[in-house]
């Protein structure tokens, strides 16, 4: 079982800026993806961006240039840094992690809220 704890949500203007942290209760070289995703009111989840154990990275077009994906394999950790944050961005971000022993497994976060004000 793996356990993921989100962290750094909360309440921003337009152009700022957030890092949401998702710790792994287990060794993140032992998954083989880690992402982020989010859900807004109404809508359904989608990906934001997804880094794999090898470090390669993958982004919605919507926030390309604006967040980065990053891992921190010593703390198990893995960040999403956005930088000019626009109201379209609010919604529950959602830390993901995939594991595959003969078939995938899927671990879900609690969700953090991020909201972005006009």
């Known amino acids: 079982q793996v356990q993921l704890v989100e962290s750094g949500g909360g309440l921003v203007q337009a152009g700022g800026s957030l890092r949401l942290s998702c710790a792994a209760s287990?060794?993140?070289?032992?998954?083989?993806?880690m992402g982020w995703y989010r859900q807004a009111p109404g809508k359904q989840r989608e990906l934001v961006a997804d880094?794999?154990?090898?470090?390669?990275?993958n982004y919605a077009d919507s926030v390309k240039g604006r967040f980065t994906i990053s891992r921190d394999n010593a703390k198990n950790t893995v960040y999403l840094q956005m930088n000019s944050l626009k109201p379209e961005d609010t919604a529950v971000y959602y830390c993901?992690?995939?594991?595959?022993?003969?078939?995938?497994?899927?671990?879900w976060g609690q969700g953090t809220q991020v909201t972005v004000s006009s």
């Open positions: 993901n992690a995939v594991r595959i022993r003969i078939i995938a497994h899927d671990y």
């Open positions: 880094i794999t154990s090898g470090g390669s990275t």
């Open positions: 287990v060794s993140i070289f032992s998954l083989n993806a």
